[in-house]
């Protein structure tokens, strides 16, 4: 099995500070920010925080599966990253910005497609639906990461993968469990198709950046919350799959139970 992995806001977080370390070591101090794990003299000084089990994550994914990146990062930058969070060389492949594409009007998408994988056997990780447009049945949704010390995503996760491993086409059951391709088609296509409808603009592209940066972009891009299962965003992610307390529907079967009810045990 192949597993695909995003990289920011996914297995790091950067801030992209225009100073040098020392600059940057003083102004964090003076501004009580957390202290990142790792300087870059890279894009005039990033400063990087690696999601915690990052290290244990890959080792263990290695162990069972590809790992490959798909990142819609510049590659300078990605290879400084991972270059310094993949020492021991646990990624076998690194895919960037130029290997991202346009689908219905998005910008950096990630096509599982174009990467030459069974997509029966071939999961992407990321924490932005945009990148999941163009195959969303091997999706799965993880929080955004940025600086918090306390996150246990990767773990979890690893537990999903580990479960997918048994299956014999991933896709039914992550899209029974994730929705990605319903959300995808309510949270973005439709508020797309009403955006060009209302201001004729039919130039206009959303892009990563328009849901994963923008906070007043988000607010048009996701109606409001309706659902207590889903975040603020109103997406369901890792977190919340494990919290479904109606009865199963017609859709779920007993590897889908499984994987739910690993979720839950995981999170007692
Ligand atoms: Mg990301």
Excluded: W
């Excluded at 003083?26 to 000084?45: K, N, Q, R, W």
């Excluded at 201001?199 to 849901?211: F, I, N, P």
């Amino acid at each position: 099995m192949t597993v695909v992995l995003d990289m920011d806001e996914t297995l790091i977080h950067s801030d992209f500070v225009g100073c040098s370390e020392e600059e940057y070591k003083a102004h964090e101090v003076m501004h009580s920010i957390p202290p990142f794990d790792f300087f870059l003299t890279v894009c005039d000084g990033v400063a990087v925080y690696i999601r915690p089990g990052l290290a244990h994550f890959l080792k263990l994914l290695h162990q069972l599966f590809e790992v490959v990146i798909f990142t819609a990062g510049e590659k300078d930058y990605a290879d400084a990253v991972l270059d310094a969070v993949d020492p021991e060389g646990y990624i076998s492949h690194r895919l960037y910005r130029d290997s991202t594409c346009e689908y219905r009007g998005l910008n950096f998408v990630k096509d599982l497609t174009t990467i030459g994988r069974d997509l029966s056997k071939c999961v992407l990780l990321d924490n932005n639906l945009i990148s999941m447009a163009a195959t969303p049945d091997n999706c799965i949704l993880i929080d955004d990461f940025f600086t918090d010390k306390s996150d246990r995503e990767l773990p979890l996760v690893a537990s999903i993968l580990m479960d997918l491993t048994e299956l014999e086409d991933v896709r039914p059951v992550l899209r029974d469990a994730f929705c990605i391709r319903d959300i995808v088609d309510q949270r973005i296509f439709s508020q797309m198709f009403d955006q060009f409808e209302d201001d004729d603009d039919e130039g206009d592209v959303y892009d990563v950046t328009d849901v994963t940066d923008a906070t007043d972009e988000k607010e048009e891009v996701y109606p409001e919350n309706e659902n207590e299962n889903e975040n603020e965003n109103g997406i369901l992610t890792v977190q919340e799959v494990g919290c479904h307390d109606s009865e199963p529907t017609e859709s779920n079967d007993s590897e889908l139970h499984q994987l739910v009810n690993n979720f839950t045990s995981l999170r007692t």
